[in-house]
């Protein structure tokens, strides 16, 4: 059986200093703004006490609590020998504060640099939309809508005891729900109701039949269907991709846990809700606001233009279609220039898009982005109505000033400050692979680490108990197979896999099973020895491998990682030494004294309140 190769590792390719500072630097990568303005009402002694300056930019107390208390135990400042400093003292203080002040010096270093780079432009821009728009909701949506009373919450969980089976059609105008609804109550069957009046794909299975427990819908659409009586014919229900119609067949009682079990997801379902009504009131005044107009005759000429059975994969596999196989948006020439949707643009006046330039943008578009002809006229009307909300709230957002407000300027910050951070870092990294001059050299100095010391390979047996142990040891030395001893004694399902053999174990490892090991002639079979979780074990000597020197083919990935490693760091402290040179820095070690240490700030946030 050929030995495999247990390669060592003297010295382990752990993180470099620069790549701890990196994920302390990120950990930290809060808005440095709020932190290290006038200070908050949290942390120890003086919150707002100055630790350092960089630049213009303070490092105060509560910042700095604020970072140490969110990281995990393992990402704390290490020492020399990565043993993970005590932040109670002051070499802990310093280095955590160290790294604050060099994430801020990277932070201004790389706005400078990267000011005009088109990635942090495009960046800055889309951040301040998104967390702006974020911002928004967060304060437009605060009218205070209070929970649903005890006797509301009760009513809503004892309908929640009912669902309804339904038929049902979908039509795109509520004409033809209303034509469909009329021809059911006159009689006629209801699959042809569905072949008549159906805007959708046809049922699969051919019945048009859907459950509906209470609840589980909008508002609107079980208010609907629970109003109609068993048996009756809803009037049409208005939803985002058309009308429906809904024949009630049943009602069925439905087991549900208790109330109380139910409580929180009852008064979610009113919030969300509440929230979701509130947005699209938001939504409907801002269309308003903004003059926006869809023509419903261009929607029907797009939407009889959609490819017929468009798919999104090809089929029987998983690979999405490619844009050159998807087929055109069919529409008449003669429709190209008729206006399709249109709204004013601040400063910019009336934005129109006609049939015409909607096909380009449609034939320009991923499979999954593309509206499909089985979301039906509804789903078409939805998307366009979709995209042109994402600009009027964009527009509402510079409008009502949330694009400046602080807590969009913090959010936008603290994400920039990231992919600052880590652009300008990842631009002083050596580039391109290791030469074979490099490694070689490397290999001079650090080749002797890598020395083999004697390893031995054998058979293992593990045992619930001592007397089943030496039950085995004496089979064993009987002459009885291991694989007869490991049937009938083995507990390690593990162990027994491999048929008890292992391989390459060290003179230098710790342990009983190397004990065991290197008190042993090759042949021999040991006395039962304890394991860790209680059991015994019995081992058996294969084989002894002398010392050796293995060639760096044989660890070439280690001694890749590690010079990697190197080279990284000391271009990294180069690049730091010369950006700290670039900005002013003033450090206050007075005041590192009264700061909280991470075990404190932790024992404060566990702490039970009352």
Not at 66 to 92: I, S, T, Y
Not at 195 to 214: I, K, Q, T, W
Not at 219 to 232: H, N, Q, R, S
């Amino acid at each position: 059986m050929r030995r495999a190769l247990n390669r060592p590792n003297p010295t382990p390719a752990r993180p470099t200093a620069s790549l701890r500072i990196l994920t302390l630097i990120l950990a930290a990568t809060a808005v440095l703004a709020t932190g290290c303005g006038s200070g908050g009402e949290s942390g120890s002694g003086d919150t707002s006490a100055i630790l350092a300056r960089v630049g213009d930019t303070a490092i105060r107390a509560d910042y700095y609590e604020d970072r140490l208390a969110r990281l995990e135990r393992d990402e704390l400042p290490r020492g020399e020998n990565g043993e993970v400093l005590d932040m109670a003292g002051l070499e802990g203080k310093e280095k955590f504060l160290g790294s604050l002040i060099t994430k801020e010096v990277m932070y201004q270093v790389a706005q400078q640099k990267f000011a005009s780079d088109p990635q942090i432009v495009g960046a800055r821009e889309s951040l301040s939309g998104y967390e702006g728009e974020q911002v928004m909701w967060a304060h437009e949506l605060k009218a205070d809508v209070p929970d649903p009373s005890e006797e509301t919450l009760r009513a809503h969980y004892a309908k929640m005891k009912h669902a309804r089976t339904c038929q049902y059609v979908i039509t795109d105008y509520v004409d033809q729900a209303r034509e469909a609804r009329a021809a059911a109550l006159g009689g006629m069957d209801w699959l042809e109701v569905a072949s008549r009046f159906h805007a959708g794909d046809p049922d699969p299975n051919g019945e048009y039949a859907l459950s509906v427990p209470f609840g589980r819908y909008s508002e609107e659409f079980d208010g609907a269907i629970f109003a109609t009586p068993i048996g009756g014919v809803s009037e049409p229900i208005k939803t985002e991709f058309g009308y429906w119609v809904v024949k009630v067949l049943e009602e069925k009682d439905v087991e549900l846990p208790p109330f109380e079990d139910l409580r929180e997801r009852i008064v979610n379902t009113f919030r969300a809700r509440a929230k979701g009504q509130a947005q699209e009131d938001f939504k409907a005044r801002a269309q308003e606001h903004y003059d926006y107009v869809l023509d419903e005759e261009a929607l029907a000429i797009v939407f009889a233009g959609l490819p017929v059975g468009e798919e999104v994969f090809y089929p029987g596999t998983q690979d999405p279609v490619r844009r050159e196989d998807l087929l055109p948006l069919d529409v008449p020439a003669a429709a190209a220039d008729r206006l399709f949707y249109a709204y004013d643009q601040p400063g910019e006046g009336r934005h129109e898009v006609t049939v015409g330039q909607y096909k380009a943008r449609f034939d320009d578009m991923s499979v999954f982005a593309r509206p499909k002809r089985a979301q039906m006229l509804g789903g078409l009307r939805s998307a366009i109505n979709t995209d042109v909300n994402k600009d009027l709230l964009r527009f509402e957002t510079v409008r009502l000033g949330y694009d400046k407000h602080p807590d969009t300027v913090n959010a936008v910050r603290k994400k920039l400050e990231e992919l600052l951070v880590n652009k300008l870092y990842t631009s002083v990294m050596p580039q391109g692979e290791l030469s074979d001059a490099q490694r070689d050299s490397f290999w001079s100095e650090v080749g002797g680490q890598y020395a083999l010391p004697e390893t031995r390979d054998g058979r293992l047996v593990v045992c619930a108990d001592e007397a089943s142990a030496l039950a085995a040891r004496d089979e064993a030395r009987a002459g009885t197979s291991w694989r007869e001893i490991l049937v009938a004694r083995g507990t390690d399902a593990e162990n027994k896999s491999r048929g008890g053999r292992f391989t390459g174990i060290r003179a230098d490892g710790r342990g009983a099973l190397r004990d065991a090991l290197f008190g042993m002639e090759i042949g021999a079979v040991s006395d039962p020895f304890p394991t860790e979780d209680g059991r015994f074990a019995v081992v058996a000597l294969d084989a002894v491998h002398p010392p050796r020197q293995p060639e760096l083919s044989e660890v070439r990935d280690n001694v890749d990682q590690r010079l990697g490693n190197i080279l990284a760091e000391r271009a990294f402290q180069a690049a730091l030494a010369e950006w700290q040179t670039q900005v002013a820095i003033e450090k206050f070690p007075e005041n590192l004294g009264p700061l909280k240490s991470w075990d404190e700030l932790h024992v404060a946030v566990s702490a039970p309140t009352h």
